[in-house]
Nanobody, 120 residues
Framework: QVQLVESGGGLVQPGGSLRLSCAAS????????MGWYRQAPGKQRELVAA???????QYADSAQGRFTISRDNAKNTVYLRMNSLKPEDTAFYYC??????????????WGQGTQVTVSS
């Protein structure tokens, strides 16, 4: 089992920035990839970005160029830096661990999530 705790969400104005953090604990020796999903009200949960332990990264089209995922393997922590935030980025953001099957990220363990609200 892997436990994940997210932090860093909150309220930000359009155009602003936030950095989400997610620390993993438990059976961390088997962690391969880590990623972020989000779910907006009335919408399906969607992948935002994922990174494997070797640094391979995948972004959703909506995140490309604005968001940056990074990882500190020594701290078992993954980060999501979000710049130029838009109201449509408002969602609950979930951290997860998983694996890449070829180029598809498959999440396994999930955190409880953190709310990001972009509003003036």
């Amino acid at each position: 089992q892997v436990q994940l705790v997210e932090s860093g969400g909150g309220l930000v104005q359009p155009g602003g920035s936030l950095r989400l953090s997610c620390a993993a604990s438990g059976s961390i020796s088997n962690i391969n990839a880590m990623g972020w999903y989000r779910q907006a009200p009335g919408k399906q949960r969607e992948l935002v970005a994922a990174i494997n332990k070797n640094g391979y990264i995948q972004y959703a089209d909506s995140a490309q160029g604005r968001f940056t995922i990074s990882r500190d393997n020594a701290k078992n922590t993954v980060y999501l830096r979000m710049n130029s935030l838009k109201p449509e980025d408002t969602a609950f953001y979930y951290c997860n661990t998983g694996v890449f099957r070829l180029v598809t990220y498959v999440p396994e363990y999930w955190g409880q999530g953190t709310q990001v609200t972009v509003s003036s």
